[in-house]
């Protein structure tokens, strides 16, 4: 039960891991990504990234700004404009 | 001939410069790992968007897609966005760009349409302007920044995108060199607007949810994608500059070498003929006596 995970910025690939689950602040609202979602692609607006390594675990948040996310067969692809780590 | 103290000077001064071309060659060395690293790093970013684009752009068609993709209509005017680099000692580099930029000008003027120049970078800037004083429409300065980036990108795609709005051209074209390897640039002819659809459009996963929906997104996209393409450029010029420059200082380095022994061996052959002829005068005046 793994999500995998990739976040990339036009400067680099700045994770590519398999995680538990990847809320997303989505154009239309904030949706969580668990493994197995269905395709779906949107666009995303300046918010935190929260990414939930394990299932019970301390989540992590990642700033970013501008860009889309993409949820396909080879789980979920973050394009973002800028990261703030 | 020279006499001994010209030969010295001389060698003094290939000296000096072998030592300014050595260090810059060390220079670019160092720099061009890092670009190198830069460009490499930019490549996820720039397939990923493509791969969203072709599985978009296959869904947009016809008359609602936007113009960005759509195109005006027309192909009458071309721009040509010519990306160049800031500082010389580079070799051929910039005379390969503006060969590649002019050999596309005339194909683009052969066939009847009009050309303008958009240039990025200080050194297109004068053979362009002596082959089409009256074609240059704006350019970039990106000599003021060290590293452009991003921003620089940002702002180049913006200027495009305005210009392509207020419909001062119909196509745009970005020139910039390709790094292959530090003995090999590529110039490179690319459209960038309309932005070309990608020719594995068809697309099989068809049930994939879109939010807002597909012309949003794609509108959102397209002007990135523009944006991806000319921070691309940029960082291919800057790996092209340092590898460019690497191998063209280390050809005037061991010139320099060359040139340099050259002259010792002059310098030595004129010192023991001076000697010779001083002896010879000290002997035949000690034989007069």
Redesign the interface.
Known sequence: MALHF?L??????VRSEDVHMVVVP???GEFGVLEGH??????IRDGALTVYKTENGTPEEIQIRG??A?V??NGL?V?A?HVES | MASLKELKGRINSVKSTQKITKAKQMVAAAKLRKAQA?AE??R???S??TD?MA??AGKVSGDDAPKLLAGTGSDQRHLLVVVNTDKGLCGGLNSNIVKEARTRARELEAAGKDVTFYLVGKKGRAPIKRDFADKIGESYDTSDVRDP??NE?DDIAKALIAMYEDGKFDIAHLIYPQFKSALAQDPTTQQIVPVPTPENAADS?A??????DEE??LE??LP?YVK?QL?TALLEIAASEQGASMTAMDNATRNAGELIDKLTIQYNRSRQAAITTELIEIIAGAEAL
Do not use: N, Q
């Not at chain 2, 049930?207 to 807002?212: A, G, S, T, W």
């Open positions: 990739e990339v910025t036009p400067a680099k690939l989505g154009g239309e269905a395709p779906v692609m949107s666009t860009g889309f993409e396909g067969d692809t394009l404009e | 830069a790093a930019a996820p970013y720039a990923r968007l969203v599985s978009l980036g991003y990108a996963e049930c994939v949810e879109y939010e807002p949003e997104i959102a996209l990135r991806t921070f």
